[in-house]
Structures are given as C-alpha cells and as structure tokens.
C-alpha cells in the first residue's frame, strides 16, 4: 500500500479540488472515486467530496496495493524478453477496469476489482514508468476468454507490435466450443458494428468488414470443438460471427450459448515477427484445465438454448 500524508496550510478549498491539483494525472471523478471509497480520508475519517479543507487538517492517501497480484502475475507469464511478455490470461479476469482514468493515471488500476493491469502495475512497475501507453497492451481479450496476450516493454515494441496488428500481420488461432456441428469449415465475412438503438455490437450491413475463418478439432454430441483464425480484429468478432451462424460459442450467455461450465473461447497461439529481432514467433498458450473440464461436460449432453 502507497500511503501519503499531508497536512493542509492553504486557504479553504474543496478536498476533490485538492486532489485533483495535488495527485499525479489525478482527474476529478477519480479523486472522487478515492473520496466515496475512503481511501482518501480527513482527520481520520470519511468525508464528502465536497468538504472544505481548512489549515491543519491532514489529509491521509492509501492507494491500495496488488496484494497477491504480482504473484498471480508471474504464474500467468508464457515468455518473457526485455521487448516482449507473453500471458495466459484465465476466464474471468479483466483486461483492464471499465474506468479510463488507468490510462493517464496507471495507479488508478489498483482500485476496485483485480485486473490485469492492475497485477501489471506492480510485478513489472518500470512499465508504468517508462511511457508506454496503457502498460504495454497492444492488443485485448473479453474477460470470460482465457488465452494467449502479448504485451510490450518498450514503447518502440508497443508501436510495432499496435501497427503489426492493425495490419492484420498477427495470425491468431482460437479454440472454441460452439452449439451444434456446423460445416467441416467455413468462412464467415460479415460485418460488424452497433445499430442504433441496440446495446449490444451485432452483425450489421453498415458495420466495419470482419472475417472469421473456422474448421471442425473434434465433434460432440450436438456441439463442435472448432479451431478459429478471426482475420479482422473486430470487438467481440469471434462470439458475434458463430451467433450469426447459429453456432453460438457455449457459455456465451450474451449471444446466446447455451450453458457450460465457462465460456468455452481459448486464445491458443500468435504467429509474429518480434519487434526488435525481427524473427518470425509462434507462441501458444495450451488449453487450461477449467476448459479441458467444461468441453468434457458438454460434449456428451444434448445442447440447451440460452435463455
């Protein structure tokens, strides 16, 4: 835990006010947000945002610490070079909180719920020192995907690695379990985006072109372990395109999979040129034991639709 004390001498003002003049890249909803949550306190106790400082009154910061999450971290880590870092990130981790304030102000990922970031900003702090753009990401996944993500080090790697994959250069594999047996393999070229009026992104004939392309691993009794290689890297691409097909991916309770024991999508492997040697790399994360556990569940069952 960062703690920081200090006793006001100024005129009177506002305690958010003097957060946010106070605090590094401290916005003012954030410096609220440490108010509300009590992580800033006044003489000891919980005040409102809009408390009026006055001379003498000591002010006290806990910025809470990762606990465990540098551990956590560190057994997440694939492969690691002074460029470059590799993560299997599990199901139901969060790549990064909803708030954007992290991204000026990286210690603001330590509020709230684990995430990845948050584990980051304290197993590897130089990333949050050295300029690098939202700590090193250059790419993301939903929480409920588990899988392979890479992360750069270095500003000069995050730019390569941000334009390698806005280029479509990354060959990206997934594996997923989809409701039903569709075709030995197919391809799915629809576009994306969100309507309006609709909450959700969607396939959409005025959306951004995607493309999916897909072939059967293994068959169960009404569903398919597919091996996935999305070309376009559109939000959500992977879970929107299998619904458009009428295979949703199992698990997937927001296009409507039927049950599982998690959502059953896995980042498997990226094909890429490294940043700075400039080799071709493959790396892979394998299949994790909940999803191992969850297809095995699910491949000898009738499927249900989602509710």
């Given at each position: 835990m960062k703690k920081t004390e200090i006793t006001y001498d100024g005129f009177p003002k506002r305690l958010d006010i003097f957060l946010t003049e106070t605090g590094e890249n401290f916005s003012r909803s954030y410096a609220r947000r440490l108010i509300e949550e009590g992580i800033a306190t006044v003489n000891g106790a919980v005040k409102k945002p809009a408390y009026v400082l006055n001379e003498g009154d000591k002010i006290v910061l806990a910025i809470p610490g990762a606990g465990k999450s540098q551990e956590g971290f560190e057994n997440f880590v694939l492969y690691e070079d002074k460029a470059i870092i590799a993560i299997s990130k599990p199901a139901g981790l969060a790549v990064h909180p909803n708030a954007a304030n992290w991204e000026v102000n990286p210690q603001a990922a330590l509020l709230g719920d684990p995430t990845l970031v948050s584990m980051i900003f304290t197993a590897r702090p130089a990333m949050a020192k050295g300029g690098i753009e939202r700590l090193g990401l250059v790419h993301r996944l939903d929480r409920d995907t588990s899988g392979l993500m890479l992360l750069a080090k270095t500003l000069e790697a995050q730019d390569a690695l941000k334009a390698d994959f806005k280029d479509r250069l990354v060959e990206k594999t997934y594996l997923g379990a989809v409701s039903g047996i569709p075709e030995r393999k197919g391809i799915i070229d629809a576009?994306?985006?969100?309507?309006?009026?609709?909450?959700?992104?969607?396939?959409?004939?005025?959306?951004?072109?995607?493309?999916?392309?897909?072939?059967?691993?293994?068959?169960?009794?009404?569903?398919?372990?597919?091996?996935?290689?999305?070309?376009?890297?559109?939000?959500?691409?992977?879970?929107?395109?299998?619904?458009?097909?009428?295979?949703?991916?199992?698990?997937?309770?927001?296009?409507?999979?039927p049950p599982a024991g998690r959502m059953l999508l896995h980042s498997f492997s990226l094909l890429f040129t490294h940043p700075v040697t400039g080799k071709p790399m493959k790396l892979e994360a394998p299949l994790p034991e909940d999803f191992k556990k969850a297809w095995k569940e699910v491949k000898g069952k009738p499927a249900k639709t989602a509710k």
């Amino acid at each position: 835990m960062k703690k920081t004390e200090i006793t006001y001498d100024g005129f009177p003002k506002r305690l958010d006010i003097f957060l946010t003049e106070t605090g590094e890249n401290f916005s003012r909803s954030y410096a609220r947000r440490l108010i509300e949550e009590g992580i800033a306190t006044v003489n000891g106790a919980v005040k409102k945002p809009a408390y009026v400082l006055n001379e003498g009154d000591k002010i006290v910061l806990a910025i809470p610490g990762a606990g465990k999450s540098q551990e956590g971290f560190e057994n997440f880590v694939l492969y690691e070079d002074k460029a470059i870092i590799a993560i299997s990130k599990p199901a139901g981790l969060a790549v990064h909180p909803n708030a954007a304030n992290w991204e000026v102000n990286p210690q603001a990922a330590l509020l709230g719920d684990p995430t990845l970031v948050s584990m980051i900003f304290t197993a590897r702090p130089a990333m949050a020192k050295g300029g690098i753009e939202r700590l090193g990401l250059v790419h993301r996944l939903d929480r409920d995907t588990s899988g392979l993500m890479l992360l750069a080090k270095t500003l000069e790697a995050q730019d390569a690695l941000k334009a390698d994959f806005k280029d479509r250069l990354v060959e990206k594999t997934y594996l997923g379990a989809v409701s039903g047996i569709p075709e030995r393999k197919g391809i799915i070229d629809a576009p994306i985006g969100r309507a309006s009026g609709f909450k959700k992104i969607k396939v959409w004939e005025y959306g951004r072109d995607a493309l999916t392309e897909y072939k059967i691993k293994e068959k169960g009794r009404d569903c398919a372990l597919l091996e996935i290689h999305p070309k376009t890297g559109r939000t959500n691409q992977i879970r929107i395109h299998l619904a458009h097909i009428e295979h949703p991916i199992m698990g997937d309770k927001l296009y409507g999979g039927p049950p599982a024991g998690r959502m059953l999508l896995h980042s498997f492997s990226l094909l890429f040129t490294h940043p700075v040697t400039g080799k071709p790399m493959k790396l892979e994360a394998p299949l994790p034991e909940d999803f191992k556990k969850a297809w095995k569940e699910v491949k000898g069952k009738p499927a249900k639709t989602a509710k």
